[in-house]
DNA sequence: CGTAAAACTTTTTTT
DNA sequence: AAGTTTTACG
């Protein structure tokens, strides 16, 4: 491209509308893009790169792109790379809290950690938070870790230290217990020397607070600023930005108050609405025109938010044609819904109309995923869950990543305490209680109270296993230097007999577990291909850190053909021909705990989110709820959301409302043990990343009269066998459930 | 010391 | 309902 005659290049900026087009333009200054839904900001975004490099001489490494999620900067680095050429590598394009990792594994020395600090994900810091309750007596009946966490969240949101909470403090002895344990807790990181989350963004600020030299270097380097979210961005973010820029005050931010949806993060709305304020000179730049979604999806996006006081006034229009009204439906019970929603995108897809990858349900909690899960299962339809239980969070994965870490770096306790007896040598609760004793005492890391074992009092004979250990665990370190991340992590699964001990147990449970471990061998894999690809040296701490950054939507691949399953958070961002929101009810969207609150400002938050689901959709748009659904374990009867009420009636379709019958699936079917066995299957299925793509096995090792168990349909004997395209559509007659088509690839038979 | 069973929470949304 | 933590016992 960049070779093309000018006048060419020109021509992909008069793609773009007028208003588009002036924010392209307007290269130098503060530069605020409000832009709507759906409204084209990301290729606004790709194209101002392109057009600064391109059109003004700016040196690529000058330009600094910061977005939501690493997929988003990874579309927004293609997307770039397809105009300009391969000058955008050297764009920076990545998360807040990535570009503050890489700015502190090189300076972070100067404010007295060591360069290869560990990154704590949530579980790690309820650990951390557990002992240091323990430590300072304090009584978790009254001071829950969860909301010590949140509180102590809440002010590093807000760039308070402990101390300056103590001051603000006052006379309050609850908030001065806390700024204590806030103070206590930070020591605590610092000694394992690791950071948290929000520490990420905290100390970047420091460094550049304390280290002029340094924040100037970076001043220089990043002449060119781009903030993606802006609405989502906190107090810390918009710091470490209006720091950055503070100096060619080169800073364009895209958002759209309407769909700040994280606040409970931390979020400041103020961010957004205030930035005419700090930078008075900023240019404005409103993008109104939705290119995405139906004139009936936007109508009914519009009214609903129209309910809120507290924003911008703005109405989003669309050239696009009228589509279809919105649909609704009503159930008795969420298994019926998860049934009509799944039914509904299976119909699509016979019919030809869609694609798995076309649809998305959305709901507002996790929990609610399960039930389109097994309907997924049952229907063999592909899927994937976005969030919920994190797969760096799984126990096999953890310890892993745990050695992985002690090797990386012994100060973090908390890793070296989780595998000390795993797998299990001898070394009980009580020995390492008093390791732990002896290492407070005498000032020093529990990894180094490991090396001096013998000199233990009361230790006894535990001091020759972990003497074992601690040999072991050296050997590691000193073979780290030469070895590949690969290499590293296959000599602890070789020497720790991790799978060994999983294959001996030989149960559905342990087969999925090395699968995992096999996932996480070929993430390593990949992490070095892609580091020798960019030139970047692979080592064990870039490794963990990226495995502590990757958001669970990063790792959707646009090229599987499968259902997406997430909560309306996370589906900020994407777009989707087809969309269902289900659980559409109040006291669950919106939530109870908005409903009974009493700051009116969180339900419009509830309903910012609420259109932001609304405004993924490009075509159809079906809303769905029960009449009496299961929570926690006890039946709710809600009615029907407000949200749904605020859409205007001629803009919705009803349908037939409530299904009269029940059919009752075989019992067998239903039950939770074969849903979790079928779960099993799916998910070491869905880890060979080839399965939905390719997926056509070269033959099957079954035919035609022969028997056959399925997971959860049982026992059956095949009938037919179709070669289809992508796979093999065979017909099956169970015993039990009856004559079923299924394609192979999914349907994971056994012949018996 | 390790396992199994029982009791006790949990309740939004996530980088 | 499901996950976590405590308790009891071999």
Same mark, same amino acid.
């Given at each position: 491209?960049? =070779?093309? &005659?000018?006048?060419?290049?020109?021509?992909?900026?008069?793609?773009?509308?007028?208003?588009?087009?002036?924010?392209?333009?307007?290269?130098?200054?503060?530069?605020?893009?409000?832009?709507?839904?759906?409204?084209?900001?990301?290729?606004?975004?790709?194209?101002?790169?392109?057009?600064?490099?391109?059109?003004?001489?700016?040196?690529?490494?000058? /330009?600094?792109?910061?977005?939501?999620?690493?997929?988003?900067?990874? %579309? $927004?680095? !293609?997307?770039?790379?397809?105009?300009?050429?391969? @000058?955008?590598?050297?764009?920076?394009?990545?998360?807040?809290?990535?570009?503050?990792?890489?700015?502190? #594994?090189?300076? /972070?020395?100067?404010?007295?950690?060591?360069?290869?600090?560990?990154?704590?994900?949530?579980? @790690?810091?309820?650990?951390?938070?557990?002992?240091?309750? #323990?430590? $300072?007596?304090?009584?978790?009946?009254?001071?829950?870790?969860?909301?010590?966490?949140?509180? /102590?969240?809440?002010?590093?949101?807000?760039?308070?230290? &402990?101390?300056? $909470?103590?001051?603000?403090?006052?006379?309050?002895?609850?908030?001065?217990? *806390?700024?204590?344990?806030?103070?206590?807790?930070?020591?605590?990181?610092?000694?394992?020397?690791?950071?948290?989350?929000?520490?990420?963004?905290?100390?970047?600020?420091?460094?550049?607070?304390?280290?002029?030299?340094?924040?100037?270097?970076?001043?220089?380097?990043?002449?060119?600023?781009?903030?993606?979210?802006?609405?989502?961005?906190?107090?810390?973010?918009?710091?470490?930005? =209006?720091?950055?820029?503070?100096?060619?005050?080169?800073?364009?931010?895209?958002?759209?108050?309407?769909? =700040?949806?994280?606040?409970?993060?931390?979020?400041?709305?103020?961010? *957004?609405?205030?930035?005419?304020?700090?930078?008075?000179?900023?240019?404005?730049?409103?993008?109104?025109?939705?290119?995405?979604?139906?004139?009936n999806i936007?109508?009914a996006a519009?009214?609903v938010? =129209?309910?809120?006081?507290?924003?911008?006034?703005?109405?989003?229009?669309?050239?696009?044609?009228?589509?279809e009204k919105i649909h609704f439906r009503q159930f008795m019970n969420g298994f019926e819904e998860a049934e009509y929603v799944i039914g509904d995108i299976a119909k699509g897809?016979?019919?030809?109309?869609l694609?798995?990858?076309d649809c998305a349900i959305l709901y507002r909690t996790n929990a609610q995923s399960r039930l389109f899960e097994e309907k997924c299962?049952?229907a063999?339809i592909?899927y994937? /869950?976005?969030?919920?239980?994190?797969?760096?969070?799984?126990?096999?994965?953890?310890?892993?990543?745990?050695?992985?870490?002690?090797?990386?770096?012994?100060?973090?306790?908390?890793?070296?305490?989780?595998?000390?007896?795993? &797998?299990?040598?001898?070394?009980?609760?009580?020995?390492?209680?008093?390791?732990?004793?002896?290492?407070?005492?005498?000032?020093?890391?529990?990894?180094?109270?490991?090396?001096?074992?013998?000199?233990?009092?009361?230790?006894?004979?535990?001091?020759?296993? *972990? %003497?074992?250990?601690?040999?072991?665990?050296?050997?590691?370190?000193?073979?780290?230097?030469?070895?590949?991340?690969?290499? *590293?992590? !296959? %000599?602890?699964?070789?020497?720790?007999?991790?799978?060994?001990?999983?294959?001996?147990?030989?149960?559905?449970?342990?087969?999925?577990?090395?699968?995992?471990? @096999?996932?996480?061998?070929?993430?390593?894999?990949?992490?070095?291909?892609?580091?020798?690809?960019?030139?970047?040296?692979?080592?064990?701490?870039?490794?963990?850190?990226?495995?502590?950054?990757?958001?669970?939507?990063?790792?959707?691949?646009?090229?599987?053909?499968?259902v997406l399953l997430m909560t309306l958070?996370?589906a900020?961002?994407?777009?989707f021909p087809y969309v269902y929101m289900a659980g559409m009810e109040d006291g669950i969207f919106p939530s109870?705990?908005?409903?009974?609150?009493?700051?009116?400002?969180?339900?419009?938050?509830?309903?910012?989110l609420c259109?932001v689901g609304i405004?993924r959709a490009?075509k159809e748009l079906t809303l769905t709820c029960a009449q009496q659904r299961m929570v926690? +374990?006890?039946?709710q009867y809600n009615r029907v959301s407000r949200f749904v009420r605020e859409i205007?009636r001629?803009l919705v379709e009803m349908g037939h409302t409530i299904r009269e019958?029940k059919?009752?699936? &075989?019992?067998?079917?239903?039950?939770?043990?074969?849903?979790?066995?079928?779960?099993?299957?799916?998910?070491?299925?869905?880890?060979?990343?080839?399965?939905?793509?390719?997926?056509?096995?070269?033959?099957?090792?079954?035919?035609?009269?022969?028997?056959?168990?399925?997971?959860?349909?049982?026992?059956?004997?095949?009938?037919?066998?179709?070669?289809?395209?992508?796979?093999?559509?065979?017909?099956?007659?169970?015993?039990?459930?009856?004559?079923?088509?299924?394609?192979? +690839?999914?349907?994971?038979?056994?012949?018996?």
């Amino acid at each position: 491209m960049r =070779s093309n &005659p000018k006048g060419e290049n020109m021509n992909i900026y008069e793609t773009l509308n007028d208003m588009q087009q002036e924010a392209v333009y307007h290269t130098e200054g503060p530069l605020l893009i409000l832009a709507g839904a759906g409204s084209g900001k990301t290729r606004v975004l790709t194209h101002r790169i392109a057009y600064l490099i391109e059109e003004k001489g700016v040196q690529p490494w000058n /330009i600094l792109a910061i977005t939501f999620t690493n997929k988003a900067a990874q %579309e $927004m680095r !293609e997307r770039v790379d397809r105009i300009v050429g391969g @000058d955008a590598g050297s764009v920076w394009v990545s998360t807040f809290h990535s570009t503050c990792v890489r700015i502190l #594994r090189r300076y /972070i020395d100067r404010l007295g950690y060591d360069n290869n600090f560990t990154i704590y994900d949530t579980d @790690d810091q309820k650990t951390l938070m557990k002992e240091v309750c #323990r430590k $300072m007596n304090v009584d978790t009946k009254l001071f829950k870790e969860r909301a010590l966490l949140a509180a /102590i969240s809440h002010a590093k949101d807000e760039l308070v230290t &402990p101390d300056e $909470m103590e001051r603000n403090a006052g006379g309050d002895f609850k908030e001065k217990r *806390i700024a204590e344990i806030y103070r206590e807790y930070q020591d605590a990181l610092r000694r394992n020397n690791a950071l948290d989350f929000d520490d990420l963004i905290v100390k970047t600020v420091e460094l550049f607070q304390n280290c002029g030299e340094v924040l100037e270097s970076y001043q220089e380097r990043f002449r060119y600023i781009m903030v993606d979210e802006y609405q989502d961005t906190n107090t810390a973010q918009f710091k470490f930005v =209006s720091l950055l820029a503070s100096k060619y005050e080169n800073l364009c931010v895209v958002g759209d108050d309407d769909q =700040s949806i994280y606040k409970f993060r931390g979020a400041n709305i103020g961010n *957004i609405l205030g930035f005419e304020r700090v930078f008075p000179q900023a240019k404005v730049v409103r993008l109104e025109q939705n290119y995405r979604s139906t004139q009936n999806i936007l109508d009914a996006a519009n009214e609903v938010i =129209s309910n809120n006081t507290e924003r911008k006034e703005k109405r989003l229009w669309t050239e696009n044609p009228e589509g279809e009204k919105i649909h609704f439906r009503q159930f008795m019970n969420g298994f019926e819904e998860a049934e009509y929603v799944i039914g509904d995108i299976a119909k699509g897809r016979r019919e030809g109309k869609l694609n798995y990858r076309d649809c998305a349900i959305l709901y507002r909690t996790n929990a609610q995923s399960r039930l389109f899960e097994e309907k997924c299962l049952l229907a063999n339809i592909p899927y994937k /869950i976005v969030g919920g239980v994190n797969f760096y969070a799984r126990r096999e994965i953890k310890d892993l990543l745990s050695y992985m870490k002690t090797v990386d770096n012994a100060a973090d306790d908390l890793a070296v305490r989780r595998i000390l007896n795993v &797998p299990k040598r001898g070394i009980g609760a009580t020995t390492i209680t008093r390791v732990q004793n002896y290492a407070d005492e005498m000032q020093i890391s529990f990894y180094d109270a490991l090396c001096t074992a013998d000199k233990i009092p009361s230790i006894g004979r535990a001091a020759s296993k *972990i %003497e074992g250990f601690v040999t072991f665990i050296q050997s590691l370190k000193s073979k780290a230097q030469a070895y590949t991340v690969e290499e *590293i992590l !296959e %000599e602890i699964i070789d020497l720790t007999g991790y799978v060994d001990e999983l294959k001996a147990e030989d149960t559905e449970e342990s087969r999925a577990r090395i699968e995992n471990i @096999d996932e996480l061998v070929s993430k390593t894999v990949t992490y070095q291909e892609t580091m020798a690809a960019e030139g970047r040296e692979a080592d064990l701490s870039g490794f963990l850190e990226e495995i502590a950054l990757i958001a669970d939507i990063d790792t959707v691949d646009p090229g599987q053909d499968y259902v997406l399953l997430m909560t309306l958070h996370s589906a900020k961002g994407l777009e989707f021909p087809y969309v269902y929101m289900a659980g559409m009810e109040d006291g669950i969207f919106p939530s109870s705990m908005c409903i009974f609150s009493s700051d009116l400002s969180d339900m419009e938050e509830e309903r910012r989110l609420c259109y932001v689901g609304i405004t993924r959709a490009m075509k159809e748009l079906t809303l769905t709820c029960a009449q009496q659904r299961m929570v926690r +374990g006890e039946t709710q009867y809600n009615r029907v959301s407000r949200f749904v009420r605020e859409i205007p009636r001629e803009l919705v379709e009803m349908g037939h409302t409530i299904r009269e019958h029940k059919p009752k699936i &075989p019992e067998e079917a239903s039950s939770r043990n074969s849903y979790m066995q079928m779960r099993m299957a799916f998910q070491a299925k869905a880890f060979q990343p080839q399965n939905f793509k390719v997926t056509k096995a070269e033959s099957l090792d079954y035919d035609v009269g022969d028997t056959v168990r399925h997971v959860k349909f049982g026992v059956g004997i095949v009938k037919n066998i179709v070669e289809g395209g992508r796979d093999y559509e065979v017909t099956v007659d169970f015993d039990k459930a009856g004559v079923k088509k299924m394609f192979a +690839g999914f349907a994971k038979l056994k012949k018996i």
